[in-house]
T-cell receptor, first 115, second 112 residues
C-alpha cells in the first residue's frame, strides 16, 4: 500500500532564511503528488501539485517542489520565508491507477518562522 | 463562493450518542471524501464517494457510515460515539482523480 513519510515533524527557521520540507513516498508506477498548507484552525489549502511534465513545480506564496522519481521524493522549498508562512504542511500522494483518487497524507511538518 | 461547507463547526457528544456531520459542496464535484485529523498522524481517509449512489471505505472506516444520495451532499454518521473518535473531521471534494481536493473548514468533535 502507498505510504508517505515527512521526515521532519517540526522545522524552526528564522525569517528570510531558506527552508526545505522533506517528503518521501513508497514506490509506485505513477503517482500524483501534492503539498497542502494548513493555517491554525483552518482547512487545508493547495500549495502546488505534480501530475506530469516538468519535475520542478512552482506553487503559491513562492513555494516550489521537485519531483524525483528515482529517490521517490517530493521536497518542498522556499528561498526566503516570512512570518506568515508559519503553518503545518502536508505532503500527499495519489496513485495514478487508484480508483477514486484516494489521497494518502504524510504526518505533517510544522514550520515555525521566527523573527 | 461557498465551496465546501461543513456543519457544525464544533460538537461535544457523550459516549454512545449518535450524530451526523454534514458536508455540502456547490462545485458539482463528483469525488467527495471524509478525513479525520489527529496530532502526529496527518489526515486519514474514512470514506469516499466517486459519485451519487457510490461510496467506499478508506483507511479507518469502522464506526462511521456514509451515503451519497445527491452530488452535493455527503454526510458522515457516527453510529455510537466513542472517545477514540474525538478528532477534527474534514470533508473534501474534487472534480476527478487528478484534480486537487477542496477542503472544508473542519468539524471539531469531542466525545466524553
Amino acid at each position: 500500500a502507498q505510504s508517505v513519510t515527512q521526515l521532519d515533524s517540526q522545522v524552526p527557521v528564522f525569517e528570510e532564511a531558506p527552508v526545505e520540507l522533506r517528503c518521501n513516498y513508497s514506490s509506485s508506477v505513477s503517482v500524483y503528488l501534492f503539498w497542502y498548507v494548513q493555517y491554525p484552525n483552518q482547512g487545508l489549502q493547495l500549495l502546488l501539485k505534480y501530475l506530469s511534465g516538468s519535475t520542478l513545480v512552482k506553487g503559491i506564496n513562492g513555494f516550489e517542489a521537485e519531483f524525483n522519481k528515482s529517490q521517490t521524493s517530493f521536497h518542498l522549498r522556499k528561498p526566503s520565508v516570512h512570518i506568515s508562512d508559519t503553518a503545518e504542511y502536508f505532503c500527499a500522494v495519489s496513485d495514478f491507477y487508484n480508483q477514486g483518487g484516494k489521497l494518502i497524507f504524510g504526518q505533517g511538518t510544522e514550520l515555525s518562522v521566527k523573527p | 463562493n461557498a465551496g465546501v461547507t461543513q456543519t457544525p463547526k464544533f460538537q461535544v457528544l457523550k459516549t454512545g450518542q449518535s450524530m451526523t456531520l454534514q458536508c455540502a459542496q456547490d462545485m458539482n464535484h463528483e469525488y467527495m471524501s471524509w478525513y479525520r485529523q489527529d496530532p502526529g498522524m496527518g489526515l486519514r481517509l474514512i470514506h469516499y464517494s466517486v459519485g451519487a449512489g457510490i461510496t467506499d471505505q478508506g483507511e479507518v472506516p469502522n464506526g462511521y457510515n456514509v451515503s451519497r444520495s445527491t452530488t452535493e451532499d455527503f454526510p458522515l454518521r457516527l453510529l455510537s460515539a466513542a472517545p477514540s473518535q474525538t478528532s477534527v473531521y474534514f470533508c473534501a471534494s474534487s472534480r476527478n482523480q487528478d484534480q486537487p481536493q477542496h477542503f472544508g473548514d473542519g468539524t471539531r468533535l469531542s466525545i466524553l
